[in-house]
């Protein structure tokens, strides 16, 4: 299930960014976020494959979607130009930047290499 967050929801699930300076993840399994808006077409196309990713990956990782229309501050902290912009974020480690409307493939393949999270059987 593919879950929307809100800045609230952000400090508390993903980066306190009031609270650190430096890079913390507060979430216990890795993560991949969509700054999406609605209007957007690649969007619209990358929403169904994130949902049959979290039902695959079925609990392994969490998958949420950002806003950039009504959460223009998280948009702002992480430098969000283009729509769709995805998150990539390892357990420990650094998160990374995708852009674009990704096949599905890409993201199966960046779901194993940068969150080192395998498909569940």
């Known amino acids: 299930?593919?879950?929307?967050?809100?800045?609230?929801?952000?400090?508390?699930?993903?980066?306190?960014?009031?609270?650190?300076?430096?890079?913390?993840?507060?979430?216990?399994?890795?993560?991949?976020?969509?700054?999406?808006?609605d209007?957007?077409?690649p969007c619209k196309m990358v929403a169904p494959i994130l949902e049959e990713l979290a039902k695959e990956y079925?609990?392994?990782l969490d998958i949420y979607k950002i806003d950039t229309e009504s959460e223009q501050e998280l948009a702002a902290i992480f430098g969000i130009r283009?729509?769709?912009?995805?998150?990539?974020?390892?357990?420990?480690?650094?998160?990374?930047m995708a852009m674009g409307a990704l096949p599905k493939d890409t993201?199966?393949?960046?779901?194993?290499?940068?969150?080192?999270?395998?498909?569940?059987?």
Do not use: R
């Not at 990539?88 to 990374?96: C, L, T, W, Y």
């Open 39 to 41: 209007w957007c077409q």
């Open 107 to 121: 993201f199966d393949k960046a779901i194993k290499d940068v969150l080192g999270v395998e498909k569940a059987k």
């Open 1 to 37: 299930m593919v879950e929307h967050l809100t800045k609230e929801k952000f400090l508390t699930k993903v980066f306190n960014y009031e609270e650190n300076k430096e890079w913390k993840f507060e979430g216990d399994k890795p993560c991949m976020i969509d700054f999406y808006a």
């Open 82 to 96: 283009s729509i769709p912009s995805l998150l990539f974020v390892p357990k420990d480690g650094q998160p990374q």
């Open 58 to 60: 079925n609990g392994s």
